[in-house]
């Protein structure tokens, strides 16, 4: 078809079925007013290309057909390179053509779309045009309607019968499951072979949808949030008034109200990377820290909300409800007082943004309640930001500066010895121990290590730094750090004793297992004010202090008589800042004390009030947070000259703090305190430390004298199987581990088990992982039949209690997934969560759910933090919480590419703990020992734990099966292995 009629008329020229497009032969004003209206349309990035609604892609249609008008009315090379931009950019959008619910199956884009060449000035451009527009009317788009157009701009007609046969055709031939099963046949290529896959050429003979890429929200909305604004401040929710507290006990005089909710380092301090040392203290952290405060605002970008509509809560004036899934699972992380930036969308920008506080959290059902004052009264939609609770960040900068500063005062102080001990702080040992203590122990059950740290501690014998309880899983650090606490106070009544741990549900813990000894006049669990009594056990809140603040209940501090006549006090590291902004910490007690003891006449010296302070889970906060702990014991040394006793428990191979700014490589801030310590000289070259032991033969002991070792080892596992220790064991602690459980054996009959002796069985599961939420979470059909078929078999054949079996899963969606499935088998009982929530926790089964089964995903997991690849810390916690049966399902071609995992891999491979059922995979084929090591770690198999060799030699020694050459009884290692399973062989 040519062009032609007078100038200004109009024609009409066919663009597809159903579609008419009308433009002018010549410029017009027009022609102007579109090219000034016209938006820039996004540069298209193959490698990330977002997922459109049916509604946004129609609107980009209608962009790209303006384009086209614009380019008919006058064709200048700037307006075809717009069109040819975007004609590629919706080639792109169709190839990864996504969905955001499964019953959005309409939002699948159509693997035929192809779109032709269009070239600058060629004679066939209304065809090449045309064809463009014909096969974009190919892609399904929900509804009815059909493009027509005048003058460039279109509207909707519903007279496309042709359009819609064709979808309906294709929609009736799709099937979503079967798409993404597709879909994964090929997601276990190599990296390079994917590249190949994504080569144009490969794209025209075999596209297949992408269905994991980010939602698409049009740039348009995106900038509404960059226009200038004037913000509407609403009302935060009611908290404890500090201030007032501290004016309440000492005046305006004698201890000055103080907070660092806004600290900022001094200008000395210049940011700058390198290794941490007592000279660089406050330099390497604030530069860290400050990266880390970026890394946590561009990260809440990703969860800002566009176009969402707030639903106000009834009889309660100015508060909505926003729906938030992803606070389930901690992403984005908030909590109540966060602050939150609302924008208009629906009418014109009204140049205000609303500013709304969170005043209550309901996390299961992934629902947020915000106050926002000032909104319009007609119902509307909003863009919602999330903004970075910078206090607590200003905190840690304190604690840091704060420290350093005390360290270049004096060199010899407590933070420097507390931060880097040196062999000068310790004491020497010349005799050994005679191996008896005189303590009268409140539990029985403790063993030589745990009584032997205890001791060590209260007869303070080991110098002025940090005392370090080593503890893997089940070696019982909680109930050490409990006895411990309770001899403290016992021996000495004026003792007052700070019990601190990086997570409230870690420090429960320790409230929980304290007020069995003690009472409510003598324990106090101190709570941030703003958390929620739902997520508090309830048996501890007689021992919290409770008020209520403008007819609101909440957490507060009780008055300071009664704080200072506890006898122990259990917190956060984060909340134990209340106390120093308070003026409850040991600096400012001795300010007060030393000033009324002066207005008194007397000269007497009193002793510390917090005489100790002791870290739980040490090995789980980062260093800046447990520092804030620190300065809240921190003694006045020119009042007395006793410091308090600093312990520290954890397990440093367990899960550490959990920071966004990670990189390639782990920084000061992925280590916790406890950890770093761990790996200094004055701890990590000791004789008696682990790494020593492992490396010194059986033949060598260590001799004396030596620096009193200022640690204890704990080595003895009262939790599990000694099968089911020999991979963690190996990998992680040197190989010190000794299985001292008893009745474990009880499973060891179940017929799934193809290794009786050996209560371990992985299940090679080849099934696709999905998104759901725009990327938040993933979950795993084929995974979740699995694991509830083996929870079934195990309650109903071997009469395991439902309460007895965990499922560990790293993604929330999976666990939402394997919880409803359960239900509907009624076991609701079985305890289904997240890996994080296991740390501590024991039960008879453990099912141990991997999820991923796509490699393109691994670097972003990595990146945040998520799954279970490449993440050593959160595979030990998952593999050590079982104490008669562990299973896996995962898919081993994904889970060798970690060093780890393929250590428990070759593990079962050479112990034949693959399961020997026939689940069926991609294309029906049995996953049935499919995978097979390298050859040279079957022949030279690179861990092969003490525990192993104990457990098989035990194993042929009854079946009376040759023993290999150089595994005599009579080799040393051989004899520790066997001792050390004397109580597996008894069983």
Same mark, same amino acid.
Request: hydrophobic share 35%; charged share 20%.
């Given at each position: 078809?040519?062009?032609?009629?007078?100038?200004?008329?109009?024609?009409?020229?066919?663009?597809?079925?159903?579609?008419?497009?009308?433009?002018?032969?010549?410029?017009?004003?027009?022609?102007?007013?579109?090219?000034?209206?016209?938006?820039?349309?996004?540069?298209?990035?193959?490698?990330?290309?977002?997922?459109?609604?049916?509604?946004?892609?129609?609107?980009?249609?209608?962009?790209?057909?303006?384009?086209?008008?614009?380019?008919?009315?006058?064709?200048?090379?700037?307006? @075809?390179?717009?069109?040819?931009?975007?004609?590629?950019?919706?080639?792109?959008?169709?190839?990864?053509?996504?969905?955001?619910?499964?019953?959005?199956?309409?939002?699948?884009?159509?693997?035929?779309?192809?779109?032709?060449?269009?070239?600058?000035?060629?004679?066939?451009?209304?065809?090449?045009?045309?064809?463009?527009?014909?096969?974009?009317?190919?892609?399904?788009?929900?509804?009815?309607?059909?493009?027509?157009?005048?003058?460039?701009?279109?509207?909707?007609?519903?007279?496309?019968?042709?359009?819609?046969?064709?979808?309906?055709?294709?929609?009736?031939?799709?099937?979503?499951?079967?798409?993404?099963?597709?879909?994964?046949?090929?997601?276990?290529?190599?990296?390079?072979?994917?590249?190949?896959?994504?080569?144009?050429?490969?794209?025209?003979?075999?596209?297949?949808?992408?269905? @994991?890429?980010?939602?698409?929200?049009?740039?348009?909305?995106?900038?509404?949030?960059?226009?200038?604004?004037?913000?509407?401040?609403?009302?935060?929710?009611?908290?404890?008034?500090?201030?007032?507290?501290?004016?309440?006990?000492?005046?305006?005089?004698?201890?000055?109200?103080?907070?660092?909710?806004?600290?900022?380092?001094?200008?000395?301090?210049?940011?700058?990377?390198?290794?941490?040392?007592?000279?660089?203290?406050?330099?390497?952290?604030?530069?860290?820290?400050?990266?880390?405060?970026?890394?946590?605002?561009?990260?809440?970008?990703?969860?800002?909300?566009?176009?969402?509509?707030?639903?106000?809560?009834?009889?309660?004036?100015?508060?909505?409800?926003?729906?938030?899934?992803?606070?389930?699972?901690?992403?984005?992380?908030?909590?109540?007082?966060?602050?939150?930036?609302?924008?208009?969308?629906?009418?014109?920008?009204?140049?205000?943004?609303?500013?709304?506080? *969170?005043?209550?959290?309901?996390?299961?059902?992934?629902?947020?309640?915000?106050?926002?004052?000032?909104?319009?009264?007609?119902?509307?939609?909003?863009?919602?930001?999330?903004?970075?609770?910078?206090?607590?960040?200003?905190?840690?900068?304190?604690?840091?500066?704060?420290?350093?500063?005390?360290?270049?005062?004096?060199?010899?102080?407590?933070?420097?010895?507390?931060?880097?001990?040196?062999?000068?702080?310790?004491?020497?040992?010349?005799?050994?121990?005679?191996?008896?203590?005189?303590?009268?122990?409140?539990?029985?059950?403790?063993?030589?290590?745990?009584?032997?740290?205890?001791?060590?501690?209260?007869?303070?014998?080991?110098?002025?730094?940090?005392?370090?309880?080593?503890?893997?899983?089940?070696?019982?650090?909680?109930?050490?750090?409990?006895?411990?606490?309770?001899?403290?106070?016992?021996?000495?009544?004026?003792?007052?004793?700070?019990?601190?741990?990086?997570?409230?549900?870690?420090?429960?813990?320790?409230?929980?297992?304290?007020?069995?000894?003690?009472?409510?006049?003598?324990?106090? $669990?101190?709570?941030?004010?703003?958390?929620?009594?739902?997520?508090?056990?309830?048996?501890?809140?007689?021992?919290?202090?409770?008020?209520?603040?403008?007819?609101?209940?909440?957490?507060?501090?009780?008055?300071?008589?009664?704080?200072?006549? @506890?006898?122990?006090?259990?917190?956060?590291?984060?909340?134990?800042?209340?106390?120093?902004?308070?003026?409850?910490?040991?600096?400012?007690?001795?300010?007060?004390?030393?000033?009324?003891?002066?207005?008194?006449?007397?000269?007497?010296?009193?002793?510390?009030?917090?005489?100790?302070?002791?870290?739980?889970?040490?090995?789980?906060?980062?260093?800046?947070?447990?520092?804030?702990?620190?300065?809240?014991?921190?003694?006045?040394?020119?009042?007395?000259?006793?410091?308090?006793?600093?312990?520290?428990?954890?397990?440093?191979?367990?899960?550490?703090?959990?920071?966004?700014?990670?990189?390639?490589?782990?920084?000061?801030?992925?280590?916790?305190?406890?950890?770093?310590?761990?790996?200094?000289?004055?701890?990590?070259?000791?004789?008696?430390?682990?790494?020593?032991?492992?490396?010194?033969?059986?033949?060598?002991?260590?001799?004396?004298?030596?620096? $009193?070792?200022?640690?204890?080892?704990?080595?003895?596992? @009262?939790?599990?199987?000694?099968?089911?220790?020999?991979?963690?064991?190996?990998?992680?602690?040197?190989?010190?581990?000794?299985?001292?459980?008893?009745?474990?054996?009880?499973?060891?009959?179940?017929?799934?088990?193809?290794?009786?002796?050996?209560?371990?069985?992985?299940?090679?599961?080849?099934?696709?992982?999905?998104?759901?939420?725009?990327?938040?979470?993933?979950?795993?059909?084929?995974?979740?039949?699995?694991?509830?078929? *083996?929870?079934?078999?195990?309650?109903?054949?071997?009469?395991?209690?439902?309460?007895?079996?965990?499922?560990?899963?790293?993604?929330?969606?999976?666990?939402?997934?394997?919880?409803?499935?359960?239900?509907?088998?009624?076991?609701?009982?079985?305890?289904?969560?997240?890996?994080?929530?296991?740390?501590?926790?024991?039960?008879?089964?453990?099912?141990?759910?991997?999820?991923?089964?796509?490699?393109?995903?691994?670097?972003?997991?990595?990146?945040?933090?998520?799954?279970?690849?490449?993440?050593?810390?959160?595979?030990?916690?998952?593999?050590?919480?079982?104490?008669?049966?562990?299973?896996?399902?995962?898919?081993?071609?994904?889970?060798?590419?970690?060093?780890?995992?393929?250590?428990?891999?070759?593990?079962?491979?050479?112990?034949?703990?693959?399961?020997?059922?026939?689940?069926?995979?991609?294309?029906?084929?049995?996953?049935?020992?499919?995978?097979?090591?390298?050859?040279?770690?079957?022949?030279?198999?690179?861990?092969?734990?003490?525990?192993?060799?104990?457990?098989?030699?035990?194993?042929?020694?009854?079946?009376?099966?040759?023993?290999?050459?150089?595994?005599?009884?009579?080799?040393?290692?051989?004899?520790?292995?066997?001792?050390?399973?004397?109580?597996?062989?008894?069983?």
């Amino acid at each position: 078809m040519t062009m032609g009629g007078a100038v200004g008329r109009p024609y009409t020229m066919p663009l597809g079925a159903g579609m008419q497009y009308v433009a002018l032969n010549q410029p017009t004003p027009l022609y102007m007013t579109l090219m000034q209206q016209m938006p820039q349309p996004e540069t298209p990035r193959p490698e990330n290309f977002a997922y459109m609604t049916p509604a946004e892609f129609q609107n980009q249609l209608t962009l790209l057909y303006r384009l086209i008008s614009v380019y008919m009315i006058n064709p200048d090379e700037r307006t @075809y390179n717009q069109i040819l931009q975007h004609r590629q950019y919706l080639e792109a959008v169709c190839q990864n053509a996504q969905r955001v619910m499964p019953l959005n199956i309409s939002n699948i884009g159509h693997p035929a779309v192809k779109f032709p060449a269009v070239t600058h000035g060629a004679t066939n451009l209304q065809t090449s045009i045309a064809s463009t527009s014909q096969r974009l009317a190919h892609v399904s788009i929900s509804g009815d309607a059909s493009f027509t157009a005048d003058a460039g701009n279109p509207s909707m007609s519903s007279s496309d019968s042709s359009s819609e046969s064709m979808k309906q055709s294709y929609m009736s031939s799709t099937n979503i499951t079967r798409a993404s099963s597709e879909v994964e046949g090929e997601s276990f290529k190599t990296e390079k072979e994917r590249s190949g896959q994504n080569s144009p050429e490969s794209i025209e003979d075999d596209w297949r949808p992408d269905i @994991y890429a980010n939602s698409f929200t049009p740039i348009w909305i995106k900038n509404v949030n960059e226009f200038p604004a004037t913000r509407i401040d609403s009302k935060e929710p009611p908290t404890f008034d500090i201030q007032s507290y501290v004016e309440g006990f000492a005046g305006r005089t004698v201890l000055q109200y103080k907070t660092f909710d806004s600290f900022e380092p001094p200008s000395d301090v210049i940011p700058a990377y390198g290794d941490v040392t007592a000279q660089n203290y406050s330099s390497a952290f604030v530069k860290m820290l400050n990266e880390e405060l970026i890394a946590q605002q561009e990260d809440l970008i990703q969860y800002n909300m566009f176009g969402i509509q707030l639903e106000p809560v009834p009889n309660e004036a100015n508060l909505y409800k926003l729906r938030c899934p992803g606070i389930r699972e901690f992403t984005p992380s908030v909590r109540i007082g966060d602050k939150l930036y609302f924008r208009q969308l629906r009418q014109i920008f009204n140049g205000f943004e609303y500013i709304g506080y *969170i005043w209550r959290i309901a996390r299961a059902q992934g629902e947020i309640f915000v106050r926002i004052d000032g909104l319009p009264a007609f119902p509307d939609i909003y863009n919602a930001q999330f903004t970075v609770d910078r206090k607590i960040n200003s905190w840690y900068l304190f604690s840091i500066c704060a420290a350093h500063t005390e360290m270049k005062n004096d060199e010899n102080g407590f933070f420097r010895k507390m931060l880097f001990p040196a062999d000068d702080d310790g004491v020497m040992q010349t005799t050994l121990p005679n191996g008896t203590f005189s303590l009268e122990w409140f539990d029985d059950g403790l063993n030589y290590e745990q009584q032997r740290a205890i001791d060590v501690v209260v007869s303070r014998s080991y110098g002025d730094v940090p005392f370090l309880i080593s503890g893997p899983p089940g070696t019982g650090k909680t109930k050490t750090m409990v006895e411990m606490a309770l001899q403290l106070v016992t021996r000495d009544p004026k003792c007052h004793v700070l019990m601190c741990a990086p997570s409230d549900a870690a420090a429960d813990t320790l409230a929980l297992r304290l007020r069995t000894h003690l009472n409510i006049r003598e324990l106090f $669990r101190l709570n941030e004010f703003s958390r929620n009594f739902a997520e508090t056990p309830i048996e501890i809140l007689s021992y919290c202090s409770i008020d209520s603040i403008d007819g609101q209940d909440m957490f507060t501090l009780p008055d300071l008589k009664r704080l200072l006549n @506890y006898k122990i006090v259990v917190c956060t590291c984060q909340a134990a800042r209340l106390l120093i902004e308070a003026r409850c910490s040991n600096r400012a007690l001795m300010k007060l004390e030393r000033y009324m003891m002066d207005a008194f006449g007397l000269s007497e010296q009193r002793s510390l009030h917090w005489n100790a302070l002791l870290l739980d889970e040490a090995g789980q906060g980062m260093e800046p947070e447990t520092v804030i702990a620190l300065h809240a014991v921190f003694p006045d040394l020119s009042y007395v000259a006793q410091t308090p006793v600093v312990v520290m428990a954890g397990d440093h191979r367990q899960l550490g703090p959990r920071t966004l700014s990670r990189g390639q490589q782990e920084s000061a801030l992925d280590k916790s305190l406890f950890e770093r310590l761990m790996d200094l000289p004055f701890y990590s070259n000791h004789p008696l430390s682990r790494r020593q032991m492992q490396r010194r033969s059986s033949s060598k002991v260590a001799k004396l004298p030596y620096i $009193r070792a200022a640690f204890v080892n704990l080595i003895r596992n @009262y939790r599990s199987h000694a099968a089911l220790l020999a991979v963690p064991s190996s990998l992680f602690y040197y190989d010190t581990l000794m299985a001292e459980a008893s009745n474990v054996s009880e499973l060891s009959n179940w017929n799934r088990l193809p290794n009786p002796h050996m209560p371990l069985l992985f299940i090679d599961n080849r099934g696709a992982d999905e998104m759901v939420e725009d990327g938040i979470s993933w979950f795993n059909t084929s995974e979740v039949n699995i694991c509830c078929e *083996i929870a079934k078999d195990l309650v109903d054949n071997m009469k395991v209690k439902p309460s007895d079996i965990i499922v560990a899963v790293p993604f929330r969606e999976q666990i939402n997934r394997i919880r409803k499935k359960l239900r509907k088998q009624r076991l609701r009982d079985i305890d289904v969560g997240p890996i994080e929530t296991y740390q501590g926790a024991e039960r008879r089964v453990v099912i141990v759910c991997t999820t991923r089964a796509r490699e393109r995903f691994l670097d972003a997991d990595y990146r945040k933090g998520m799954g279970m690849v490449h993440e050593a810390k959160r595979f030990n916690v998952a593999i050590t919480r079982a104490k008669e049966l562990m299973i896996i399902i995962g898919n081993p071609v994904l889970l060798e590419r970690d060093v780890n995992w393929r250590a428990l891999l070759s593990y079962c491979y050479r112990n034949s703990l693959f399961d020997v059922s026939s689940h069926q995979v991609d294309g029906g084929a049995s996953a049935q020992l499919r995978w097979k090591p390298d050859e040279d770690e079957t022949n030279v198999p690179l861990y092969y734990s003490r525990l192993e060799h104990g457990i098989v030699y035990a194993q042929r020694t009854r079946d009376a099966v040759p023993i290999p050459e150089g595994h005599s009884g009579e080799d040393p290692m051989w004899r520790a292995g066997f001792a050390a399973e004397e109580g597996f062989l008894d069983g």
